[in-house]
């Protein structure tokens, strides 16, 4: 959120950011202004263009303007034609600026298009006519002249591009809209024409509507397959740029019919689909057509291939422009020709040939409000690098890549409706906050301060985007550091809704995800993680989406994504699209854990994909990237002492072996506490499932479900359900969540937390579990900071209650304020421990339960204190006799921190007798020490000391455990055997 300081006697004044309070200097913009030089947005003299605002606001924030600023806008359309820049001149924090319109929210429009509607004609006898397929056609399209028409770059040709080729620098060719509706270049088939579609057997059971296949490979063209080809540089390959494979196919019938297509080679036509690998979109020139055979212009990343489901359409076809709502652009004769989608024609041509809004140059403190941007060839908002800067409840529609784009920090999206979208909705760049700088010519690191982005992607509307790059465009894209995805609804998008890229730190919460990918059914997932090559990128979190409807992967992590906490989402109608996907699928990686998700007509719940340790560790550069991240961090001297000591995962990965692969990639995951709710029903340890059950479908290796993985699994506490054998409360909470939030929330903002916070006790209401504890995440397990405090205590009173032992004495030493440390039902013996603390109006009572070995220690919180207090030190006896179970071993020690105190203290030293007989449990082995914060303490105080023989060293509870040294003068007493 914008950090707002306004200027001297105004501090008293100020609001929350877009509210005109006494202080706030308001200046108005009106298209209807007249043309002045000199304008200073009075409202005798508003600014005209939103280009003469920003440049008054440059000149003059911080100069003239000391105050808070709103850009009032009146109501209409604002024609842009040129990028709107805006930089670290523009606002500061004294003087933050937000621009929203005047007459309300909505009622401002800044347009990167021209309405070329009154100039539509009837359709002129020639070449075009002639070449047009459809009769109908030849009556309806009209056309525009556009000779006249001196946009920059609007008669461009149509560019290559696809999956690992988009150029970045690249401008988008202009496109036509009607009514807010982004039209179809002609193309063939038609979207959504099912009626001869030329499939070949080689499709999978999957519809496609719109699309055709090859029947044969003739040559598979030029490869950019990495890693022997870096498929980037592959964009400016002269043997890439011209070796293009050949297909065979079954519609020549329909090729010989484009006439007018064919008359130049490469053709101006476009393949826009899947020729290679599943996930690999392409929009590739064709070169030529011969015969039955087509000629692509460029290569592809893997080459043509077949068994990979091939599907795609042609486009920029002008004998194709059939049907109401395409068009075609003469590029030659600068002619549009469009069949109109409405009566009244409404046709606008995008000419903006850049982003709308550039916000750069650490551009900060500026706010949009209810303005609507539409029309553009590039991004929407673009922001790079910047900070402060909040886009609240406004329209984001018909761009040609990026709706927004960040590569800042503190940036705020929210409430707004963003549509018709090349690429991504919203994405954040890697750029976005700061963690390890690794050095990768000497595989080093700097484990510096892991600086959270703190972005927020929130309760917006994003649907029908990725239309221009099909593959791997999200809803929203989060990289970088510590951002966050919350309340978003998501849909009718190509493939992805969400994307975590080289992310850590992220957070994707109670998000509506529906009906998509429509046009991906062959790969991917809904909500994708790739941050495998990245392993120290942890502690990222998916938590209380709702996915419904979604024919592949719910929640993906490819490509060894190891240390995702998946945890309290819902999953409707997910992964049934065929056997390769799951409702969470994970390719290769571990340390996720996933626990209290629900699933309802899922057929596979949860999933491991063999296909990444089969096919990509050593084959691809996987395994060596992650090998010189673990090199890198392991050079370090304790890496447990930098930032990325807190993910204890990650710890884990670190001291594995590196040079044993079978053993170094097997990063256990855990799925607990899910519930799966099935008429087919569902085993939770059978997971590790390959790719087709069908065997003729299997590329990969072995068939169907396997056996559960061990390596790879750890499983418990899963419930697997018929909808029948829910009965009582579980059968009530099951149709209560299924009828109410299943169905589609429609206030799923507000609905989903609460929601997804009663899921565990829904879960535990099938399972039978009272009060089930909630596991605090097997690997997320995030250290609480070290808080200080500083106190003077007194009074300690430790007890030693029921619990006897013997053998070598233990000393304890404590300094607590109001402290309550229970030494518990455990008794020991073994090796002694010695446990200082710092304690006032403490009691200490040892419980009923006996063991031999060393104790455990549990304490709550650890404020640093200062204090004077009186301290206790016991000796424990050698033996005692317990319980009818025994137990050896020596238990694990958790600490959240560690606290130091410096004390007087007056010691008690008390002997307790050697045997006594306790309750019915014996265990033999050292506890475990659970610590929840870590305070210093200094104090001065007065122990008491206790002797006690003992076989071990008994347990305590301690709400707080600092470490004392102290002057102590003892007191002794003597208890009989």
């Known amino acids: 959120m914008i950090t707002r300081r306004c200027a001297g006697a105004l501090l008293a004044a100020c609001a929350l950011l877009g509210s005109p309070v006494a202080g706030t200097v308001t200046l108005l913009l009106d298209k209807d202004a007249a043309v002045d030089s000199t304008a200073d947005g009075t409202a005798t003299k508003p600014f005209r263009t939103l280009h003469q605002t920003v440049d008054y606001l440059i000149a003059n924030v911080g100069g003239i303007i000391t105050e808070d600023v709103v850009v009032e806008i009146a109501a209409g359309d604002y024609l842009i034609t040129e990028t709107v820049e805006m930089s670290r001149q523009t606002a500061t924090q004294a003087c933050p600026v937000t621009f929203r319109p005047r007459d309300g929210p909505r009622t401002v429009t800044f347009t990167g298009g021209i309405d070329v509607s009154a100039s539509l004609q009837p359709l002129e006898d020639g070449a075009f006519k002639t070449a047009l397929i459809s009769a109908d056609a030849k009556v309806n399209v009209q056309q525009v002249d556009l000779s006249t028409v001196g946009y920059p770059g609007l008669f461009d040709p149509v560019k290559y591009h696809g999956y690992g080729f988009s150029n970045q620098r690249a401008v988008n060719p202009t496109m036509v809209y009607s009514k807010g509706d982004r039209l179809n270049l002609a193309r063939w088939p038609n979207a959504g024409d099912t009626a001869g579609t030329y499939l070949d057997s080689q499709m999978s059971p999957q519809s496609y509507p719109g699309q055709v296949s ?27 740029l011209i070796g293009g494979g050949t297909f065979q196919m079954g519609f020549q019938a329909r090729t010989d019919s484009w006439t007018l297509s064919t008359l130049t080679t490469p053709m101006d036509v476009f393949l826009d689909g899947v020729v290679g690998r599943s996930w690999e979109w392409t929009y590739n020139q064709v070169h030529s057509v011969t015969g039955d055979e087509v000629q692509l ?124 979208i090349g690429w991504t909705g919203v994405e954040v760049g890697f750029g976005a906050g700061a963690g390890a700088e690794i050095d990768e010519s000497t595989w080093t690191v700097t484990a510096s301060d892991i600086v959270p982005a703190e972005n927020v992607i929130e309760g917006n509307t994003i649907y029908k985007f990725a239309w221009d790059v099909r593959s791997q465009e999200p809803g929203i894209t989060l990289a970088g550091v510590g951002s966050r995805a919350v309340g978003n609804e998501i849909y009718d998008g190509s493939h992805f809704a969400l994307k975590v890229m080289r992310g850590q730190d992220m957070v994707l919460e109670n998000n509506y995800i529906h009906d998509l990918p429509t046009y991906f059914h062959e790969d991917g997932g809904c909500l994708y993680f790739g941050i495998g090559n990245f392993p120290h990128q942890r502690g990222n979190v998916i938590r209380g989406n709702l996915f419904k409807n979604i024919p592949t992967n719910g929640v993906y992590l490819d490509n060894f994504s190891s240390g995702v906490l998946v945890e309290r989402n819902f999953f409707v109608n997910v992964a049934n699209g065929n056997d390769h996907f799951g409702g969470i699928d994970i390719n290769g990686g571990g340390h996720n854990d996933m626990r209290f998700n629900a699933f309802w007509k899922v057929a596979r719940p949860i999933r491991y994909n063999q296909f990444a340790e089969k096919s990509l560790w050593t084959t691809t550069g996987y395994a060596t990237s992650i090998k010189n991240h673990y090199d890198a961090f392991n050079k370090l001297s304790d890496v447990a002492a930098t930032p990325y000591g807190q993910y204890c995962d990650f710890l ?326």
């Open 297 to 420: 212009l460029r290569g592809e990343q893997s080459g043509l291939m077949t068994g990979k489901h091939p599907h795609f359409h042609f486009e920029n076809v002008p004998e194709e422009l059939d049907e109401p709502g395409e068009w075609w652009l003469d590029r030659t004769n600068k002619k549009l020709y469009i069949w109109p989608k409405h009566a009244d024609g409404d046709v606008t041509m995008a000419v903006l040939a850049g982003p709308m809004v550039w916000l750069k140059s650490q551009a900060a403190f500026i706010r949009f409000e209810g303005i609507i941007f539409e029309n553009g060839r590039m991004e929407g908002i673009k922001m790079a690098p910047t900070s402060d800067i909040e886009i609240e409840n406004c329209v984001v529609r018909n761009f040609g890549r990026d709706g927004v784009y960040t590569n800042g920090v503190r940036t705020l999206v929210k409430g707004c409706e963003i549509y018709n």
């Open 214 to 240: 090859f029947t044969a490979v003739v040559d598979r063209g030029y490869q950019s397959e990495f890693p022997a080809v870096d498929k980037y540089a592959a964009r400016d390959d002269t043997d890439f």
């Open 652 to 977: 884990d990965f670190l001291v594995r072996d590196r040079n044993d692969d079978d053993a170094f990639h097997y990063q256990t995951n855990h799925a607990h506490h899910n519930l799966a709710v099935s008429a087919a029903g569902y085993d939770f340890d059978a997971m590790y499932m390959n790719n087709y059950t069908d065997a003729s479908k299997n590329i990969h290796g072995d068939n169907g479900v396997l056996e559960r993985e061990p390596k790879k699994w750890v499983t418990f506490d899963n419930a697997a359900k018929a909808p029948s054998d829910l009965t009582g409360t579980a059968a009530a909470a099951w149709t209560e969540v299924r009828a109410g939030f299943f169905r589609g929330p429609g206030n799923f903002r507000n609905k989903l937390p609460d929601d997804a916070l009663g899921l565990p006790e829904l879960i535990a209401d099938v399972l039978g579990i009272a009060d089930p504890e909630e596991p605090a995440g097997l690997w997320m397990c995030k250290t609480t900071p070290t808080s200080t405090a500083t106190s003077t205590e007194t009074n300690t009173t430790a007890t030693m209650s029921t619990n006897t032992s013997s053998g070598t004495p233990i000393t304890m030493t404590s300094t607590v304020t109001n402290t309550t440390a229970t030494m518990s039902t455990n008794t020991s013996s073994g090796t002694p421990i010695t446990m200082t603390s710092t304690e006032t109006n403490t009691t200490a009572t040892m419980s009923t339960k006996t063991s031999s070995g060393m104790p455990s220690t549990t304490m709550a919180t650890t404020p640093t204190v200062t204090s004077t207090e009186t301290n206790t030190t016991a000796t424990v006896p050698t033996q005692v006799t317990m319980s009818t179970k025994t137990t050896t071993g020596t238990p694990s020690s958790t600490m959240t921190a560690t606290p130091t105190a410096t004390s007087t203290e007056t010691p008690t030293t008390a002997t307790v007798p050697t045997q006594v007989t306790m309750s019915t449990r014996t265990t033999t082995g050292t506890p475990s020490t659970t610590m929840a914060a870590t305070p210093t303490a200094t104090s001065t105080e007065t122990p008491t000391t206790a002797t006690v023989p003992t076989t071990g060293t008994p347990s305590s509870t301690m709400t707080t455990t600092p470490t004392a040294t102290s002057t102590e003068t003892p007191t002794t007493a003597t208890v009989p055997t």
